[in-house]
């Protein structure tokens, strides 16, 4: 009989933390206290980025995939530009932030963090690594990139979108 309940309970523990909701998983930092980090001055209003023709081609082979936005919202102030993107980890979206100044990368910031796992990639220990990194010519990142045990996805997804603001910067700095 005691064997029975303890077994029972185990099983019981073991399905509450399965069905439990990651505590990892949420909102981080607002889309403005982001902003606030980025643009010391006063905040540059919101510009929109058209992505069609060459542009989505190039968004595109840089993701990897089909980009769904026909636009990108942005601030752009000199050479400074914030880039709020959504990119699939596993299965739901993790919101990044990136700033970008004279073509490198200032910071990178997950915003907002959905999946159960691969949080880790929110913490500074990996997204520092990302500062000062340019678009090579061959479209990949100047720095290499260590990944997180685990969290592979979420890693691939924050260095996509590392990879398409730098884009996406270019694009509208030769615009501008």
Request: proline share 3%.
């Amino acid at each position: 009989m005691n064997r029975h309940l303890i077994s029972c309970c185990l099983v019981l523990i073991a399905a509450a933390s399965v069905a439990a909701p990651d505590q990892n998983a949420g909102r981080y930092l607002e889309v403005d206290e982001y902003l606030a980090s980025a643009f010391v001055a006063e905040q540059p209003q919101p510009g929109t980025l058209w992505v069609g023709g060459a542009l989505r081609e190039s968004v595109e082979q840089t993701l990897g995939h089909r980009f769904a936005a026909l636009r990108v919202r942005y601030w752009f102030d000199g050479d400074t530009s914030v880039w709020v993107l959504d990119e699939i980890g596993k299965e739901l979206p993790i919101t990044i932030g990136v700033t970008v100044r004279d073509d490198r990368i200032v910071n990178v910031r997950v915003l907002e963090f959905r999946e159960s796992r691969g949080w880790e990639v929110r913490y500074p220990f990996f997204t520092d690594q990302f500062r000062d990194a340019r678009l090579s010519a061959d479209g990949r990142l100047s720095h290499k990139i260590d990944g997180i045990t685990g969290a592979t996805l979420s890693v691939g997804a924050v260095k996509r979108i590392a990879r398409v603001a730098l884009v996406l910067h270019d694009n509208v700095k030769t615009k501008g």
